[in-house]
């Protein structure tokens, strides 16, 4: 009966060693260590090939509640990429109960990507116990969440299960992690058939980088180990940005400084806008260089910040209208200024070619002056004072309404001074003063006659002095 159920088992492995074709992919099964007694475990080894030209995820199951099935390492799915082949254990746990001889196991292998399936079973052959000698034999189970976010505790949980009637008294369980912070080292017991749980709870640096980890427990008893599971898991990646804007106001100045801080655990990149309008952009620095752009029709500087896990980088934005308001007081000062020294008279002078060459082959000029007080104040004992050159002298006029000169000072080198006084000029008022003067010779060309001085007192004791233009005269002999 034993060669029988010997031949048997060789058939099956024969044919599940054989490449078997699914719908999309083909798989193989080979037997690593398939003949055990009921306290081990069976271990095989499963190579899926994807006959598609897309990526594939395939998952194992078993609808035996006689076995447990497990895929080392563990994972959710296995992918496969396109015209690939992968290769994965798998361990099959047989449970209390189990008859001794040769048994089939139900495995299931499916496609995610379209559905598709293929139904097999894997021979295991369960040998008879020897009661009078056994081995260790703990069945360890782990789990760790396959992503795990470093704000938060993670949680490591380990089942143990005496497979047999030996009593260990001392059993050594390891725990290690590519992460410095899972490690943890204990010590405890089984009794024959006894099983237990523990859950243990590891604070993870928050700032820690995202990337694959490892979970290794091992087992050990008499310093021999016995057991050994290893996990595979992410560290997920999380971005958050801390901004901080502190707005300083001072004398026609304003400084918007901001710093942000990404408090993530990974490189990202921030963006910052601060709208200003085209005035104000006029008057507004930024550091570093911002780039101006439109944001939903608005005008905004914008900044652009690529910033490592826990790196801080800061901006601003200074609008300073100190040199404008300067501007517009220097201005005003100079408005001002001008109003308040500018001379109260306005004094202009011109002259008019009233006849040239006569008989006596003399010219005259009509000279007029005109003086006004531009203030609204009188201004008191002005004093009107004009020079003739010396090559002509002034004409006395007897005509209705002009104002004869207070005084005439004749000099023959100097020229010839005429003086009116006027004792006072009302508001606004202008005066004109006209007199003709006779040149003593026929000019040819031109003369320029000088300025005339205009003297008043603009406060009682105080006398100040204003001048009119020059005036240029052309003359030209009508006898030509």
């Given amino acids: 009966m034993g060669l029988v159920k010997s031949l048997l088992l060789a058939v099956f492995l024969v044919v599940m060693s054989m490449p078997v074709l699914g719908a999309g992919f083909t798989y193989e099964v080979k037997a690593i260590n398939n003949s055990i007694f009921s306290y081990e475990i069976a271990t095989y080894e499963i190579s899926i090939t994807n006959l598609r030209p897309t990526v594939d995820n395939y998952q194992f199951s078993s609808s035996s509640v006689q076995y447990v099935l497990v895929d080392r390492p563990a994972f959710e799915t296995m992918p496969a990429g396109p015209q690939e082949t992968v290769t994965t254990t798998i361990t099959v746990d047989p449970k209390q109960g189990i008859g001794v001889g040769p048994h089939a196991v139900p495995v299931k292998i499916r496609s995610l990507q379209n559905g598709d399936f293929e139904e097999f079973n894997i021979p295991i052959n369960i040998k008879e116990t020897d009661y009078a000698t056994y081995v260790p034999s703990v069945a360890l189970t782990v789990d760790i969440d396959k992503a795990l976010d470093p704000r938060e505790t993670a949680s490591v949980f380990i089942r143990i299960r005496n497979r047999n009637a030996l009593d260990i008294p001392t059993l050594d369980v390891k725990v290690e992690s590519s992460l410095p912070q899972i490690s943890k080292e204990y010590t405890t017991s089984l009794d024959p058939l006894e099983e237990k749980s523990n859950e243990f709870l590891f604070e993870l640096d928050p700032m820690q980088p995202p990337g694959d980890h490892n979970l290794n427990v091992k087992l050990y008893y008499l310093d021999k180990k016995i057991s050994e599971s290893t996990l595979n898991f992410k560290i997920g990646e999380y971005n958050k940005f801390e901004v901080e804007e502190v707005v300083d106001k001072g004398f026609f100045k304003k400084t918007r400084a901001v710093t942000v801080t990404n408090v993530g655990n990974a490189e990202k990149t921030y963006v910052h ?66 109003f308040i020294f500018r001379s109260p008279i306005v004094a202009f002078k011109d002259a008019i070619i009233y006849d040239v060459g006569g008989k006596e082959d003399t010219s005259e000029l009509k000279v007029r002056l005109f003086i006004k007080n531009r203030t609204r104040s009188p201004l008191h004992n002005v004093k009107v004072i004009d020079k003739v050159p010396s090559i002509a002298e002034i004409k006395e006029d007897k005509t209705v309404g002009s104002l004869s000169p207070s005084k005439v000072i004749r000099s023959a080198k100097k020229g010839t001074l005429v003086k009116w006084n006027l004792e006072m000029i009302e508001p606004w008022e202008e005066r004109i003063i006209t007199y003709t003067i006779r040149s003593k010779l026929q000019i040819v060309g031109g003369v320029t006659l000088p300025p005339v001085k205009v003297r008043f007192d603009s406060k009682p004791g105080l006398e100040r002095t204003t001048n009119s233009n020059e005036v240029g005269v052309s003359v030209r002999d009508k006898r030509k």
């Fill in 273 to 338: 806008k601060l709208a200003y309008n085209w005035f104000q952009r006029i008057f507004t620095s930024e550091n570093p260089k911002a780039e101006l752009m439109e944001d939903n029709g608005k005008s905004v500087l914008v900044w652009t910040l690529s910033l490592g896990a826990n790196a801080t980088a800061s901006v601003s934005a200074t609008t300073n209208y100190i040199p404008l308001v300067t501007a517009i007081i220097i201005i005003l000062l100079i408005i001002l200024g001008y």
